[in-house]
């Protein structure tokens, strides 16, 4: 059969239903990576549009995941897409899909009052032992478990993934004060059986990756400001010379260059002792680049041209 997952029939799997808000890049390809090691998806976003978007993305990806695992076989290609496409559900409804959810991963809008305010709903129809947990790569989880009573406090953890979803091996499993042990395991676990690898963390700004990645990308900008070196020669720098497969402007424009702002303002704004002074003082080349709308690769324009 074209299964995607055999291997992952010996593993632990600490949960079977997964309910996955929003449905852009991150969310879907969660949802993917899911449903192609055999767990049973619901992806929700606030509109069918939204979803019909996210599944294309899904379908996209799979496309090419299937490309590679049966060369020659257009039909075996095909039946593994559907196959995987069959255990990814869509709703637009926003609490029904937590009634007997497993896991929730939550990747809607970088927003904390509107994740507080999905978090504090879903609690109330999630049973007791429904884990919760957010993708947010820049708040702290605290402040988004705070929106939920006591008992889910202790199940509730960060679960962050990384852009591309389907090609990064890595989810940070982050510990927040009250996260259980035994919710920090099950969520290794989890990451386990979709064949990622699980590294673990406090509750600390930018969790491992963004904490260095970000201070490094606004070090190259600073670079380029000061005239001490072009944007391509940054970049070719860093890939022949440090072994990364995109410079930071590259990585930048991929990531989204609204993002890399909202995350170095919300830091900035929180204190400049929060990641360290003038790591992440604001760059107006940067600025400038989002207020006239070129985001990166999303928009066609970033520093580079798409
Ligand atoms: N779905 C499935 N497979 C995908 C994919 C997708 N969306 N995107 C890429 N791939 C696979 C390709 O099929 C290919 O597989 P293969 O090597 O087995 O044949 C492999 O990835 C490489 O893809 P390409 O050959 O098309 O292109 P590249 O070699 O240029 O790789 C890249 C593309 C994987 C994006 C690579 O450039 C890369 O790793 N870049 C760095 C990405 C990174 O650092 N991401 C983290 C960003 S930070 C973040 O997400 C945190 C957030 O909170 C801000």
Redesign the pocket.
């Known amino acids: 059969p074209a299964d995607s997952a055999p291997a992952g029939s010996e593993v632990e799997r600490p949960f079977s239903k997964v309910v996955v808000y929003g449905s852009g890049l991150m969310g879907s390809?969660i949802a993917q990576v899911a449903a192609q090691y055999n767990y049973q998806v619901t992806l929700v976003d606030l509109n069918q549009n939204m979803l019909d978007k996210g599944q294309g993305y899904i379908r996209s990806?799979l496309k090419?995941?299937a490309r590679?695992k049966f060369a020659d076989d257009a039909s075996q290609q095909t039946a593994f897409v559907d196959n995987v496409m069959s255990r990814v559900k869509v709703s637009t409804d926003p609490v029904k899909p937590v009634e007997d959810a497993d896991l929730v991963v939550e990747a809607i809008v970088e927003n904390i009052k509107v994740k507080q305010s999905l978090f504090r709903s879903l609690d109330e129809a999630a049973p007791q032992h429904t884990v919760f947990t957010s993708n947010t790569?820049?708040l702290p989880i605290g402040q988004l478990l705070a929106a939920t009573s006591d008992q889910r406090a202790t199940q509730f953890a960060g679960l962050?993934?990384?852009?591309?979803?389907?090609?990064?091996k890595l989810v940070e499993v982050v510990k927040a004060a009250t996260t259980s042990q035994q919710v920090v395991d099950s969520l290794t676990a989890f990451c386990q059986s979709i064949k990622k690898s699980p590294v673990h963390c406090n509750d600390t700004p930018g969790f491992i990756?963004?904490r260095l990645?970000v201070p490094y990308m606004m070090e190259a900008l600073r670079m380029v400001d000061r005239g001490d070196a072009s944007v391509r020669d940054v970049d070719t720098a860093m890939k022949l010379g440090a072994g990364?497969?995109?410079g930071p402007f590259e990585?930048a424009d991929?990531?989204g260059l609204d993002?890399?702002k909202f995350?170095t303002d919300g830091w900035y704004k929180e204190g400049e002792g929060l990641v360290g002074d003038g790591l992440v003082a604001p760059s107006k080349r940067l600025d400038a680049l989002v207020a006239a709308g070129n985001l990166g690769r999303k928009t066609g324009k970033g520093f580079y041209e798409y």
């Open positions: 390809g990806s090419r995941v590679k790569s820049s962050h993934f990384f852009n591309p979803v389907p090609q990064m990756v963004n990645l990364y497969p995109m990585l991929y990531v993002t890399l995350i």
